[in-house]
Structure formats: C-alpha cells, structure tokens
C-alpha cells in the first residue's frame, strides 16, 4: 500500500526530482562508499543530545546549532549556517593537507637547490667545452685533411701495386728466371713474364703506347734469356734420354717443352736433339734384338729364325710395332704433352703465344711430332728392307712359293697399317712422309712382284709343256698342280690378319685378284690348247662335245676347291672361270644335241621350219613332206631313247651332268616339239596320220625325264 503510495507520489513529481527520487529509492545503503560519504557528513545533521558538546568544541565558546536543527530556523539563517559550517570544514581540511604536505615540500625546495647546483654545472660545462671547441677547431681541420690525404695515398698505393702486379716482376721471378736448373719458381716466374707481356699488349692499344713498349722491351729481354737457359736445359735432357733403352719424360722435361713451343725456332732445336738421340738409340737396339737378342740370350736373336722367312719377317715386324708404340709414347709426353702453365691469365697468355706461332708458320705439335717419328724410325728402315729382300730372294735352292710370298705380303700390309697408324701417317697424301712405312710398302711391292714372278714362270713352264688328255676327259695331273697352287693362294688370302682400313683392305683384294688371275690365266689357256687334241683320240664322231666336256672337267676341277672356300669376296678371275665352266656345259648339251639330230635329220628339218611363216604353205616343200618329217622324228626318239651321248656320261661331277642333262633335254624339245606340231596340224590327213605313227612331246619328255 505504502509503495502504491509511494509511486503514486513519484509520478507526481517532476521528471528530473523523479528521477533523483527513484535514484536515491534503488541505492542501496549496505555499500561502503555510501557509508564514508555518511560517516564524512555527519556533522551537518546531528542529534539533541550532543549539540551541546559539538557547539562547546567550537572556538570561543559560541555555541553553533546544527544546520538542520529546528524547524522553526529560517532558510536563510540555514543557508549561513551551512555555508558557514562548509567554509570552517573546508578550512580544516586545508589546514589538514598543508600539515600532512609539510615534508613533501620541505622535500621539493631542497630538490629545488640541486636542481639549480646541477644547471650552474651544466652552464659551467657548456662554457668549458665552447671554449674547448673553438680552441680544438684547427687542430680537427687539420686532422681532416691528413684523413683526405691518407685516402689519397691508400688510392695511389693499390694503384702502383696493381701496375707493378700487371706489369712488373717481383725480384725474386726476376731471380728465378736466372736458375740454371729450372723448377717451380722458374716456371711460374716464365709465366708471370708471359702475363705482363700480353698485358702490355693491351696497354699498346691505349693512348700509354709508349709505356707499353718500354714496358715490352723489359719483359723481352727477360723472355728472351729465360728462354735461352730453358732451351739449353731441355737440350741437354733430351741427349740424356738416349742413354737408357726405356726413358720416361719427367715432369719438368714436359713443362720445358711445353713453355719452350712460343718460340718455334727453340723448339725445333729441341725437337731435333731428341729425334737424333731416339735414332741411334732405336738403331742399336733393332741390331742388338737381331743379332744378340734380349738379356742372357731371352728372347733369341730374331735372326735365329732367318732360314723360316715368314717367321723371321713377322719377328722384326712385331719388334718394330712395340719400339714405335714406345718412341711414340715418349715424343708425345715429351713433344705434345698438355701445357702445365696453370689456369687463368697464364694459361691464356701461353695459348696466346702458341697460336701466334703457328700464325707465323711454326708447326703443330702433332706435326713436330709426326716429324720426330719419322726421323726416329728412319735408323731402321735400311736394316729392315735389307734383311726383307733377303729372305724373298731364292736361298740355297729354295724359293719362297707364291702363297708364302702372298703371306708376306698380307703381314706387312697389316703392320704398315698398325705402324702408319702409331707414326702418324696419312693415307692418301701422295707420297709416303714417313721413311719405314715408305719401306714396309716398297717391301710388300717386293714380295707382291715376287709371288707375280714366280706364277708367270709356272705359266711359261706350262705352256712349253703339252697337257696329255685321259681317255675319260678328266683333268690331266699337270692341272691339278696349278689348282693346287690357285687353292693355296685362297687359303694364304683366308690366313691374312683382319684390319680396318679399308683403303688397306681395297689394295690386298686388288693384289689378289692379280694373283688369282696370273695363277689362273696360264692353266685356262693350256686347257683350251690341249682340248684341240681330242679330234685325234676320238674315234665316235662326236668331237666338239668331248671337246667341251674336256674343257668343263678342267675348269671344274680348277674352280671347285676355289668355291668351296669362304673368301667374304669374289675375285674377278674366278667369275671369268666359273662362267666358262657354266657355258663349256652348256656347249657339251647343246653340241650333244645338235649330234643327235643331226643323224636323224631332225636337226636339218627343224631349221628349214623355222625358216617358214605360220601362214605360209608346207606342202610345197618335199623336204618337208609329211612322210619325211614322220622319218625325222621317229628317227630322232630312237636317238634319244637309246644311250645317253658319251660327252655327257663323261662330265666329271654329277652336278654337271645333271646341268648338261637338263640343258640337253631343252634342246631336244626345242627341236622336237615345232616339227611334230607342223606335222600334225599344217599339214593336213596325211599329217595327221603322220603324226599318229610317231611319239608325241610328252613321250619324249618322259624319255628325257624331264
């Protein structure tokens, strides 16, 4: 009721007192806050009984009512009272504070005094170090330029050390390059020349040529001696490799040689020392292996071997390849060994060098060292071509026959091509610039015009002589020798080493051809003159066959062991003798034949036939009646049904004669079977009934068993 009431009364009020009403109805009197601000308050309101006592603590004596004490106080003596109790409370609180904020002060003012010791310090410092500065200020000026300077001099310093870096040498590479005995120091010293030469190269290009060349002149004369010593040097160690039989380049004999390239005319000095001394140490070592052999008598003295010619030969050949192999080893790392002069700029400026020597004409090292090796091998040349010669030449009644000869042949082809290759020898330039591969072709054109030789005194000794002709046609014995001799030429060509140069391979296929054709002319021209002496041993009739089969069983038994062998190519004589042999069948067929229907006649009327048209009127011919073509043919299946002709029975080899067989059979149809059919069917009844009486095509292929 009471709270109806109330918000009754609330919302009657105003709405700002509202407001303040409900604010002071919802706060809660239990919070501290509230409960200070109360306790602080207090004296504004108070009770009765202890105004008397708040009134008499008052000073002076006066005794000072509450504020809100008595109703019957007017509104103005309360507004006194409480502004003058405010004013007193207000004054104790300041009297409070000024108490309690006496030390703080008394603090402040004392700081106050350090403060200002402190400034009058600091002033007294400002001042010293003003007058400080303004007295030091030269001396900093000073200091400053000496600064600028020192840069300065920094900048020319590295200036100068980089100059005398590019184009200057240290005193001790000037040193260096005066050892008599050159080592690391002298090598790096040569190239650190060969830098500051090319450096002054470039320095010629600028506006500072005449530096440069002052500059050049220095480091020439420094070259110059340098190069002098090294040539010296290297000369005297080249003459050094000739006292041992298996030298081997040091390294600083490869570096001498590889600096010692920018000057040509040096290193050609050089380059003739040590083929000199190779030479002679080469020479005395072939004689030695010839005639003493190796340390206590192994190997044996290859001349040992001298009374077996293909041995002896190969001996020399192979001790010749291991001796080239070896001197080419030593002038390569000597002559051509890789430039040592390390990388960047002296590695640059020692190609540089290189390449403008070979500008100006100075050799490649390949080419100085093709030189050196032909020079080196040149001691043995003589030697070697004597002892060659000798052993092809005839010894003690003994000919080397010409399959040996052949055997040679092929050995020193194969060794010229393994030993052109080590002495670095072109084919195909013209001439031989090398002296032993010039020996080794002059000893295979040897060997080759021996083997030529003694075939063209087989072939005359051959034809002086007469062939006796069997009685079976077969091969006289005296062939057989030469196929012999034709076969052993095959089988010394099979034994040849096998190579790779096909220039080699094209010159022994082209010398064997020759070989084969100069063995082989001889016997096909005595077979052909004794085949003309069959007519008087012959008493059948039938010469020309015989003769032919005796051809064919000649050649055959010259070519067959030919075929049988596995040469990878095929010499032109042996085709030349393999298609006479083929057409000397074919001859013995067709001669046969011919014989055969010659007794019949049938030979004759297949020819007049063929003379006529197959238009053309048979009738008109008596010598082709029907009676007389009937005869021909019946007299012709009697020839053939009989034996087979002798000049076929008489063909060595079965081959051959099936191939005569098959050949003579076409050549009897061929004849045969025109004839029967004019006769049958140009030629009316009387044909007809001709034919009736005679075998038919198919009789006679039966007969023929074709």
Avoid at 589 to 594: D, F, L, M, P, R
Avoid at 623 to 639: C, D, H, N, V
Wanted: hydrophobic residues 45%.
């Amino acid at each position: 009721m009471a709270s109806t009431s109330s918000s009754s009364s609330s919302s009657s009020l105003p709405p700002g007192l509202a407001r303040k009403v409900r604010k002071c109805l919802d706060m809660r009197l239990e919070e501290p806050s509230l409960t200070s601000a109360l306790a602080s308050s207090a004296w504004l309101v108070g009770n009765d009984d202890d105004d008397s006592s708040k009134s008499t603590s008052a000073g002076g004596g006066t005794n000072t009512p509450a504020v809100f004490k008595g109703v019957n106080t007017s509104a103005e003596a309360a507004r006194r009272a409480l502004r003058l109790g405010i004013e007193r409370r207000g004054l104790e609180i300041n009297e409070d504070y000024l108490r309690a904020s006496e030390a703080a002060i008394q603090a402040l003012d004392a700081l106050d005094t350090e403060i200002a010791e402190i400034a009058r310090a600091c002033s007294a410092v400002t001042s010293s170090v003003r007058e400080t500065r303004a007295q030091t200020a030269s001396l900093a000026e000073a200091a400053a330029n000496l600064q600028t300077e020192l840069a300065v001099n920094a900048r020319k310093t590295d200036l100068v050390a980089d100059f005398l870096q590019k184009y200057q040498l240290t005193a001790e590479e000037v040193a260096a390059l005066s050892f008599d005995t050159p080592g690391d120091a002298f090598f790096a010293a040569l190239a650190r020349v060969r830098v500051v030469h090319a450096n002054c190269r470039q320095l010629l290009r600028t506006h500072h040529q005449r530096a440069g060349l002052e500059l050049m002149d220095g480091m020439a004369a420094h070259q110059e001696s340098a190069y002098e010593r090294l040539c010296r040097w290297l000369q005297a160690g080249c003459r050094a490799l000739g006292e041992v039989e298996a030298p081997e380049v040091s390294p600083s004999l490869r570096r001498a040689a590889a600096s010692l390239r920018a000057r040509p005319a040096l290193f050609q000095y050089c380059v003739e020392e040590v083929s000199n001394v190779r030479h002679s140490a080469v020479f005395r070592r072939f004689v030695a292996a010839l005639t003493r052999g190796g340390p206590d008598g192994v190997p044996r003295p290859i001349e040992a071997h001298a009374a077996e010619p293909l041995r002896y030969v190969g001996d020399m050949l192979g001790w010749l390849h291991q001796a080239m192999a070896t001197e080419r080893e030593l002038l390569d790392a000597l002559l051509v060994g890789t430039n040592e002069a390390g990388d960047g700029e002296a590695a640059a400026a020692a190609e540089a060098d290189a390449e403008d020597a070979e500008a100006d004409g100075a050799p490649s090292p390949k080419v100085a060292l093709a030189t050196a090796l032909a020079k080196v091998a040149e001691g043995v040349c003589r030697p070697f071509q004597v002892r060659v010669e000798q052993s092809l030449a005839p010894q003690s009644g003994r000919a080397l026959t010409p399959d040996s000869a052949l055997r040679m042949v092929n050995l020193l082809s194969f060794y010229r091509s393994l030993i052109g290759g080590v002495l670095l020898h072109e084919e195909g330039s013209g001439s031989s610039t090398n002296p032993l591969v010039a020996s080794l072709e002059k000893c295979e054109a040897t060997a080759h015009s021996r083997a030529m030789d003694d075939l063209r005194a087989r072939g005359v000794r051959l034809k002086r002589s007469t062939l006796a002709v069997p009685r079976d046609l077969s091969a006289p014995p005296a062939l057989t020798e030469g196929a012999r001799i034709a076969n052993a030429l095959v089988e010394a060509q099979l034994a040849a080493p096998s190579t790779e140069d096909k220039g080699a391979l094209d010159v022994a296929i082209e010398r064997f051809d020759e070989l084969i054709l100069e063995a082989l002319r001889p016997l096909m021209e005595a077979v052909t003159s004794a085949s003309s002496s069959v007519t008087a041993s012959s008493a059948d009739g039938a010469i020309p066959a015989r003769r032919h089969t005796f051809i064919a069983n000649c050649y055959d038994a010259i070519l067959r062991p030919l075929e049988l062998s596995s040469l990878p190519f095929t010499p032109k004589a042996i085709e030349e003798l393999r298609a006479s042999r083929d057409n000397s069948v074919l001859e013995t067929a067709a001669t046969a034949a011919s014989e055969a229907l010659a007794q019949s006649g049938l030979d004759e009327r297949a020819k007049r036939l063929a003379a006529y048209g197959p238009d053309d009127n048979l009738a008109s011919d008596p010598a082709l009646s029907p009676a007389t073509l009937g005869e021909a043919l019946r007299g012709a299946f009697r020839a053939i049904g009989g034996e087979t002709p002798s000049a076929l029975e008489t063909l060595a080899r079965g081959e051959l004669r099936d191939r005569a067989g098959a050949a003579f059979a076409q050549a009897v149809i061929e004849a045969y079977a025109p004839v029967y059919d004019a006769l049958s069917s140009r030629l009316g009844e009387a044909g007809v009934a001709e034919a009736a009486k005679c075998a038919t095509e198919r009789d006679v292929r039966t007969v023929l068993g074709v």
